[in-house]
């Protein structure tokens, strides 16, 4: 079978170089398109949420992170997020349950709104990334900018140029980019090889990682101690800890549903949004601040002090910050699940050094990301990656590609994080 498949990829007619080089530009200008949208909505929503958090309760006199201020602006911002659902032309686009990384093409009155929306809750405090509604904002634009320039490109072009330069500006890389698209294209019958498929995404991918990487100098290395040679209690660990983080991260999927369908039942995004602001603020009274916002700058404190809470606290933060995953994502906010299950996953394996102190931090937190991750996302080779770029360390790699196999059959084939319009999870 495997020669069968070498002979049919080899069989399959390359792309002429000049069916190619007309993708270039293209693929230039949306990456660094789709890099600096997310940059400027990611510094504006930084500066209202120092504005929110630091500014405000100051002037106030009220404690930066008491319980008081977190109710409330938790409950505000569901209140503002709300008003943009309802009353913003395109209210704010799909219901996000709905959505995921492949994000459909909008209509262009509809961005704005979700754009708004999204800065809203990235500096209010909720527990969701930028990915999803970036992704489907850069969709949007390229497409819309696309066909009026271009109109002789494939229309099937601009959507994956869009999704893979997000990617990349998103991760700093393009690797990351590459592997969702080698995912997207497993099983389907290319027209060429596959590397021609990947082309034009590919350098996209690269403009918009590049692009970001010479204006904001993102890293996503935590600097946890470097991890030696592996060994065979290094093995157990992590065939323990990374089918154990999966397992915790089904628990969210599963009741995603339910908890989606509770708040739906309210019918109205002005009572949806600020009853979901309203758990998240006691939630994160519960959890405390780290448990707050999309969680990248909260895991670089995480790991500064690996020993700095006991494991109880460690589970306690992965526990809230799951749930704030979930009550996010059920009730209306604009947002991606990926960096939040990060900051899921980086406890979890914390905790698991704090209970073991034969687990090396920086396996914990690796193996912690990677089940976590493949649980909430179901994408296999970005949470491999993830991972793995987390703690810089190619030594860990091949115990991930282990772990991944007992907790991919403990997620492969159930219920994913994602619904359909009828409520029904995606599978």
Known sequence: MAQDTAQQASAAPATPARALLPLILP????????????????????????VLWRDLPDALGVGRYSVLWMLVMLTATGVAVGLVVWKVPGHAGPDPA????????LPVAVLPGLLLATAL????????????????VNVGLAFWLGRRLSPRLPRGLWPALAEAATIGALFGTPVAAALVISEALAGR?????????????LLAAATGALTTTVLAHPSFDLRLPAFGQPG????????????AAALLGMAAVLAFPHVH???????????????GGLVLGLLAALGGRLTLFKGLDEIDELAADPTGWSAGQFAGMAVVKLAALLVAASCGFRGGRIFPAVFVGVAFGLCAHALVDAVHPALGVAAGVLGV???VTRQAWVSLFTAAVLVASPAILALLCIASLPAWLLVTGRPQMQLREDGTPVR
Do not use: C, K, Y
Not at 98 to 105: H, I, K, R
Not at 261 to 275: C, E, I, K
């Open 232 to 243: 065979w209690t290094d093995l157990l660990a992590v065939l323990v800890i990374a089918p």
């Open 261 to 275: 369908g509770a708040f739906a039942r309210l019918r109205h995004p002005m009572l949806m949004l600020p009853v």
């Open 27 to 50: 693929a230039l200008v949306v990456g660094v398109g789709a890099s600096l949208l997310l940059l400027g909505v990611s510094a504006a929503a930084e500066e209202l949420q120092h």
């Open 373 to 375: 991750l493949l649980a």
């Open 121 to 136: 809750m990235l500096a209010g405090g909720p527990s969701l990334g930028p990915e999803n509604p970036i992704i489907a």
């Open 189 to 201: 019958q290319l027209r060429g090889a596959l590397w021609d498929s990947v082309f034009g995404p």
């Open 98 to 105: 709905t959505t995921g990384l492949d994000a459909p093409v």
